[in-house]
């Protein structure tokens, strides 16, 4: 038996944090059979592996809701393994994979396939999120049933919108038989065509078209309305602009089933970046104003936000070294997920327990899956981490299949020491 098959394990003496039972403490975990057994005080038992953990934090395995594994059709700017492999490096033990894949995953063969490759990498859980309209092409509506029947855990174009208002309007109808959630990517694309970063004072000094916060923020309008009229589970993909922030948050006091997620490079970044038009700063949506990440770091704040996603989006070299409009859209965010967000902590944003809460239990709950906690009989996907040990993101060292990181050359502080998988080690670094 390899070493990171041991039966029974004992991560000694860290302090384990699991939002979802509101536990913070020094403890043992105790992992048999892939399972969580105990918490507390333990004794290791005979023959057991012992994972010193003193001095670092022990937390539920990380469940990303928003990556782009580009199998089938993009293999050659990432693989499931490779993204697998990027996941396990930060932490992320489960990964909710979007469908603007080649073939779309608008039908249960292709998340079949994804779900195939994803076991045969055995280094993280995937959960497929199926295609809501055929090929992406927001006209007619995907066999959200089949799919669901097949394993996707929720709906989305993204990548694209659903501009389509019955579209979408008869996709959140359909998506109540089953309690699905539906995911838009928020833009308008009448606003935004033509524009490649954030339209304000550095796209004009920048020569660069613009891409307005009303193209997103319409959009969240249009649906929370749709969401309201249905009674439909509705969730905003990565949001940038304040004032869809703002309608989120005036939904939820409703009691509408409205949520979102931010990304890290959206509430760490402005569009300030941009100033060297270096095309690893460009993203959809685009990096917005400093009232716009204000914005989201208080929705983070108040629990209007309550998930925090990669939008991981792998490309190859080529399609980033050339002009910035014409350089595509994304970047890899897995392993500087963890440490980003714990900057959270460090400015007083968010404690340590929501801050985790937005990384584990809160995307876990949306998506309606296993995972997301360290409670007795849980699978044991965990994470253990320094939350203090500085590092300087290089490129270079990415255990993904590309390189396309907005941070590179920043120092930045958490580090991931073991991943685990159902008590298998899928990630070690040290110790």
Request: glycine share 12%.
């Amino acid at each position: 038996m390899e070493e990171n098959e041991a039966p029974v394990t004992l991560i000694k003496g860290g302090r384990v944090v699991d939002p979802a039972a509101s536990f913070d403490a020094t403890a043992d975990l105790l992992i048999v059979d892939g399972v969580i057994r105990e918490v507390g005080r333990v004794d290791p038992p005979a023959g057991c592996r012992v994972i010193d953990a003193d001095g670092l934090t022990v937390a539920p395995g990380l469940v990303d809701m928003h990556v782009h594994f580009r199998e089938p059709g993009f293999e050659y700017k990432e693989t499931i393994a490779g993204g697998s492999q990027a996941a396990a490096a930060g932490g992320v033990t489960s990964v909710a994979a979007m469908p603007n894949t080649a073939p779309a995953n608008d039908d249960p063969s292709v998340t079949g396939y994804m779900l195939q490759k994803a076991r045969a990498a055995g280094l993280v859980n995937l959960y497929p999120i199926g295609a809501i309209t055929k090929g992406l092409k927001g006209k007619e509506l995907a066999e959200m049933g089949l799919q669901q029947q097949a394993g996707c855990v929720a709906f989305s174009d993204d990548g694209y919108v659903v501009m389509d208002s019955g579209v979408m309007r008869r996709a959140m109808e359909y998506s109540r038989a089953f309690g699905a959630l539906i995911i838009q990517h928020a833009e308008d694309s009448g606003l935004s065509c033509g524009g490649c970063m954030n339209e304000g004072v550095h796209s004009s000094r920048l020569g660069l078209p613009g891409i307005p916060v009303e193209s997103e923020e319409v959009i969240v309008d249009r649906d929370i309305r749709l969401a309201e009229l249905t009674g439909g589970r509705y969730h905003v993909a990565h949001i940038s602009a304040a004032g869809a922030v703002a309608a989120v948050a005036a939904a939820r006091k409703k009691g509408l089933q409205v949520s979102c997620e931010a990304a890290p490079h959206h509430f760490t970044l402005t569009d300030e970046a941009v100033v060297g038009y270096d095309a690893n700063y460009k993203m959809s949506p685009p990096l917005r104003s400093g009232i716009d990440r204000n914005a989201i770091l208080e929705g983070l704040a108040r629990g209007d936000i309550t998930a925090i996603a990669t939008d991981h989006a792998p490309h190859e070299r080529d399609s980033k070294q050339v002009e910035f409009c014409r350089a595509a859209n994304g970047v890899v965010g897995l392993e500087t997920l963890l440490p980003l967000s714990l900057d959270l902590v460090r400015e007083g944003v968010l404690g340590l327990m929501e801050t985790l809460a937005c990384l584990t239990c809160n995307p876990a709950q949306l998506l309606g899956i296993d995972g997301g906690t360290l409670g007795v009989g849980a699978r044991a996907d965990v994470v253990v981490f320094d939350p203090d040990e500085a590092w300087v993101v290089d490129p270079r060292r990415l255990h993904g299949t590309a390189r396309n990181t907005c941070f590179a050359g920043i120092k930045v502080r958490g580090r991931v020491k073991k991943s685990l998988l159902a008590g298998r080690i899928v990630h070690s670094d040290g110790r």
